[in-house]
């Protein structure tokens, strides 16, 4: 790709931080489907993604590519709170668990099979396929709405639309997501990313501010004062900070340390991925039968071990002693995340439920983004310390392998990268303890 269109690297990742920071509307996407509905935004978004990915996979213009790939974050922020809360407002009691699994189980295997689909279409057809498969898929998701959902009710709201809670919101989002992409890169303490803190830390209290006194407000800050939702919201931030960077760090360590290729190293981590699939509808029966409490607790705490495992990896780790904590990483996360899930819609009104629905989804990518900037900021530190360590002289840490101390250093961050991940998904059960009541909201009306 960088060579066809004529790009650096440095520039090809901004195809990556466009999606990540045009994502930020989720939140808007799920009030949007409160009020003009979940149906209609979800044609709307699906329609949108289609049409950026196939001009994506026709355009040389690497400029057009991340205006493309923008507006297919867009897409993806119509997408994801209008099928969640269509999944989550349509089934009741059991059925209602084990339709959120399988949405979550779609979820997780567009995730896994996604590099590895990648890296197909790179060997055999090129990589505009990458793009153009989006359209004949999104063309039968539409084809499939329209059809079972021919009586679905679709009650257009008279509300006006808060769009100084919108501009401040999504201001706020983008300095931060920024921050967190690209702080590291910038410097922490550089002009451009001191600016941007101070922006983000401004325009949220602004937001603040016009949500307290709208009467029709973007979001509802009232939804926090409830425990299970508080609850649901923080633990999922912090499983996917630890999630992305396991995700991120292990691909690394696999490329840089073990010398798979990339697709390789997606295929390895395909046991990860396909656990979750595996036990997430185990992990929606017992948030049925059992509440939500304790299902996120032992999640966590597996989640916890499973980090303990694979942090412990060095230069002469093979891949099978790495295996079992990939395993119990994934088993641990498809316990839980049902639970979280309906933590944080249950308490929600239903004529909220595309706006809980979008701070899930918010979240997520939040604490995605956060996990992979404070593990790679903790990666650093410690590997330039131990690299300077053994080479007795201020060196260039890169984070990549190569000579015995930089493999070294390499190393020995990673290990406090993962350290910081695992004493976060320890924090996140004290949280599930303290927030989340043993059975959702909803649960005990079913019952």
Known sequence: MAVELNSSLDTLQWLVIAFSLAGVVVIAGGRFTDIYGKRRILIIGTMLFALSSLIAGFTNSVLLMII???FMGL???LILPS????VSSSFVGAQRSMALSIWICVIWLGQSIGPTQGGIYESIGGWRWIFW???????????IVLWSMKGYPEVKKEERIDYGGLITL??????AMFVLTKGNNYGWTSFVTISLIIAAIVFGIIFLIIECKHPE???ELSLFAKRDLLGGNLVNLVCNFSFSAVLFFMALYLQSILLFSAFTTGLLLLPLTMSILIVTPIGGWLSHHFGLRWPTVIGMGLISFGLYIIMYANADTVYLNLLPGLIILGVGLGIMVTAIT?????????EQTGLASGIFKAGSMLGGTLGVAVSMSVFDYYGSIRLNALTGAKTTFTGLGGTADKVAAFVYGYKYAMG???LFAILSIIIAIVLIRGVGARAKADH
């Open 75 to 77: 897409g993806a922020a």
């Open 420 to 422: 910081i991940s695992m």
């Open 217 to 219: 407000p973007l979001v």
């Open 170 to 175: 999504t201001v706020t989002l983008l300095a």
């Open 68 to 70: 493309c790939r923008a």
């Open 342 to 350: 309906q933590a944080s819609l249950d308490p929600a009104p239903k």
């Open 133 to 143: 498969d989006n359209v004949p898929l999104s063309a039968i998701a539409v084809a």
């Open 83 to 86: 099928s969640l809360a269509i």
